[in-house]
């Protein structure tokens, strides 16, 4: 089955790729790398995230940042938010568009957030009209969607499950994270079919780690399944903190780089990506695996 024509990019490395970094980037410096892909046509980006200052120090500075950044025009923000207190302070801060992330599974959200998978889900029907009374965008982000490494594969009753309480606190677009990279193109297209069928009128998008060299692979099923919107990061920095083997995200330049060579259009300009690549790269001083860096060449 062809996938459409046009699909959007959510660029997540200045929050699922630096937070693993434990050298402190500069808030000037992350806003210069934002200004830098925003440049090269990236129009969403997932900045930071508002999680406890203790748990991930490199992402201390969300509300510093988001002042910086919010200005630009055309450049939609958002930080993800793990629990109540992560939600007031973005709503604090001014912030218009939330990732709120649950696991699908209790180990795999134990891990994430010291609490079950229905504690999380509590929460949000509590306090979950708070965040649309408040303007503010929803994206209900589900860890683990596909698979977990303790509890192995989530039944699709217990995703839709998880959505539905997404779904009953107002207008909340899914997002599908593979957050350990253990997903595969035919994992893929046993479950996000069914989840289409559950859901007709629902917004989705995927969010793919490469850990097990498979995150283009099942970008591409999921393309194929009728996904639009791609959460990815730049030079693939990234990886669950908390995930038990080191990897990063699905790269942003070889997922726009799999888009033009399938004619598909991300408003995005690869040679300016690489080039903010390279940039990103010289700041973190990260040497990755090899990636795309010359795409018409060898
Ligand atoms: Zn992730």
Same mark, same amino acid.
């Given at each position: ?148 490494? *303790?509890?192995?594969?989530?039944? +699709?009753? =217990? %995703? &839709? ?5 997404? @779904? $009953? #606190? ?93 004619? *598909?259009?991300?408003?995005?300009? +690869?040679? =300016? %990506? &690489? ?5 990103? @790269? $010289? #700041? ?15």
């Amino acid at each position: 089955m062809p996938g459409a024509k046009e699909v959007t990019i959510v660029e997540v490395g200045p929050r699922d790729g630096f937070q693993n970094l434990a050298a402190f980037i500069p808030t000037e410096r992350k806003a210069e790398i934002i200004e830098k892909l925003a440049e090269a046509g990236v129009k969403k980006i997932e900045f930071s995230s508002f999680v406890h200052p203790k748990w991930i120090p490199q992402l201390a500075d969300a509300a510093d940042l988001y002042r910086l950044i919010k200005g630009r025009p055309g450049l939609e923000l958002r930080a993800l938010i793990p629990n109540e207190k992560g939600l007031e302070r973005a709503i604090e801060s001014g912030v218009k568009e939330i990732t709120w992330v649950v696991g699908a599974t209790d180990s795999g959200n134990t891990a994430n957030l010291n609490m079950t998978t229905e504690q999380s889900l509590e929460i949000i029907r509590r306090v979950g009209k708070r965040v649309h009374g408040a303007g503010v965008k929803l994206y209900g982000a589900i860890a683990y969607a596909l698979g977990d490494p *303790v509890e192995g594969d989530v039944p +699709l009753a =217990r %995703l &839709i499950h998880v959505i539905e309480v997404f @779904r $009953s #606190i107002g207008d909340t677009a899914i997002s599908l994270a593979d957050s350990i990279g253990i997903a595969s193109p035919q994992k893929i297209r046993d479950t996000i079919p069914g989840l289409f069928r559950a859901f007709p009128d629902a917004r989705w998008s995927i969010h793919l780690h490469n850990i097990l060299g498979l995150g283009i692979a099942n970008a591409l099923a999921a393309w194929e399944c009728g996904v639009t919107v791609f959460e990815s990061s730049i030079a693939g920095l990234g990886g669950c903190p908390y995930a038990p083997y080191p990897g990063g995200n699905v790269a942003t330049e070889e997922l726009v780089y799999m888009f033009n060579k399938l004619g *598909v259009s991300t408003g995005i300009d +690869l040679d =300016r %990506l &690489i080039a903010a690549r390279d940039w990103v @790269r $010289s #700041i973190v001083g990260e040497k990755p695996p090899k990636q795309v860096g010359h795409p018409e060449g060898t």
